[in-house]
C-alpha cells in the first residue's frame, strides 16, 4: 500500500501509521459526508418530489371516493412533476397506472387523467390497488 502524505481531507502532513488517509475522525467524518452529499442531495430531492406528488394527488380526492377524473392540465398546475413516480401498473386492458404510492393515474386519450386511490383498509392486499379502467 502506497503512503498517503496529506490528509485527503484537510491536507496536513499525515504522522503515524502507514495506512493513514485522515488527521483524525474529523477529517474522516466530514470528507465522507462530502463525498456522499451529491447522492444525498438527489435522493432527498427525489423524495420531496414524490412527497409533494402524493399530497396533490391526494388533495384531489373528496369524499371517499377511489376514482376520479380530472384533466392533466390541472395536474401541472398543482405543481405536479410528471418524472417521478414509485410503480406502475399494467390493468387487464392494457392501461400502465403510475403510482405515487397509493395513489395511480393513466391518461386517457383526451389529456383527461385517470385517477385511482388504494385503500387503505385493505392496505395488504393488492386487490386494491388495481384500477377499474
Ligand atoms: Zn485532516
Do not use: W
Request: aromatic fraction near 14%; hydrophobic fraction near 30%; glycine fraction near 6%.
Amino acid at each position: 500500500m502506497a503512503r498517503l502524505n496529506f490528509c485527503m481531507n484537510c491536507s496536513k502532513k499525515l504522522k503515524g501509521r502507514i495506512d493513514k488517509k485522515f488527521c483524525n475522525d474529523f477529517c474522516k467524518n466530514t470528507f465522507n459526508n462530502n463525498a456522499k452529499a451529491p447522492v444525498n442531495n438527489l435522493m432527498r430531492n427525489i423524495n420531496n418530489a414524490l412527497a409533494r406528488n402524493r399530497k396533490i394527488l391526494e388533495n384531489c380526492f373528496s369524499d371517499n371516493k377511489s376514482e376520479i377524473t380530472l384533466s392533466k392540465e390541472i395536474l401541472f398546475q398543482l405543481g405536479y412533476n410528471f418524472n417521478y413516480y414509485t410503480g406502475t401498473l399494467l390493468t387487464e386492458n392494457n392501461h400502465v397506472y403510475y403510482y405515487c404510492y397509493n395513489i395511480g393515474f393513466r391518461e386517457g386519450p383526451q389529456g383527461e387523467i385517470y385517477l385511482s386511490k388504494m385503500l387503505f383498509t385493505n392496505f395488504d392486499s393488492d386487490i386494491n390497488l388495481k384500477p377499474t379502467g
